[in-house]
């Protein structure tokens, strides 16, 4: 995959008019938080995507980035940004999936410090190149099985997971601090239902929030 990387502001199919429609079909699905929408606004998403799909990024739609995985759609990359910020504290989160690197930019433009792992290697490779692009410096990369979280930088105030696991990951949930949320889609690839899970003290509780889509998360690493 070739990155656009030259123009960060976009032309034509990518530019600024482009994102602008974009805020405004996330608006009329019920996007309130300016300051997660300014974000989106000013974030380029055509560099995450290769250079035939570029035309596409700011159309409201999941994409291709290879390996048989996808960019979120942008309304469910603002959807699950949103309920976590609106939640509770956002100063340490993790994400699960880094994927290009484009919900990974969202997030490190919100909170003080993201995590992020990944299980395919050349993803995770073309993820910091993308976001070195950013300058954004308050991203940790680990090469990981997904499903095992991070511990080492535990607890986190959030965990995003972009793929769906049949049943939510026991290591995810032990990794949260009290009054963490994990937001996770949860089930095959049929059924999925996006989870929202607060944890306190020792109990979790779940609030299913819509039906939506994602790639399987898979156990094991991926070198290349």
């Not at 995450?48 to 990359?77: M, R």
Request: aromatic share 4%.
């Amino acid at each position: 995959m070739k990155t656009n990387a030259i123009n960060l502001n976009g032309i034509g199919m990518t530019s600024q008019r482009t994102r602008d429609r974009l805020l405004s079909r996330l608006i009329d699905q019920g996007i309130g938080c300016m300051r997660l929408l300014d974000v989106v606004r000013s974030t380029p998403r055509h560099i995450f995507l290769d250079e035939a799909l570029a035309h596409k990024a700011y159309e409201d739609v999941a994409l291709p980035i290879g390996f048989n995985q996808t960019i979120s759609q942008p309304y469910i990359v603002a959807k699950m940004t949103e309920v976590i910020l609106n939640t509770g504290k956002f100063d340490h989160v993790l994400e699960i999936g880094t994927g290009c690197g484009y919900q990974t930019a969202i997030l490190a433009q919100l909170a003080k410090s993201v995590s992020t792992v990944e299980r395919i290697k050349p993803l995770l490779e073309r993820a910091r190149k993308n976001l070195k692009l950013l300058k954004l410096r308050n991203i940790d990369f680990r090469h990981v099985d997904g499903s095992l979280g991070w511990k080492k930088n535990a607890p986190y105030d959030a965990i995003i997971a972009t793929a769906a696991p049949q049943r939510v990951p026991e290591a995810l949930l032990q990794q949260l601090a009290p009054g963490g949320r994990l937001i996770i889609p949860v089930g095959g690839e049929s059924n999925q239902r996006l989870q929202l899970i607060t944890r306190d003290k020792a109990d979790f509780n779940v609030e299913v929030l819509e039906q939506v889509k994602f790639v399987p998360l898979l156990c094991g690493q991926l070198q290349s």
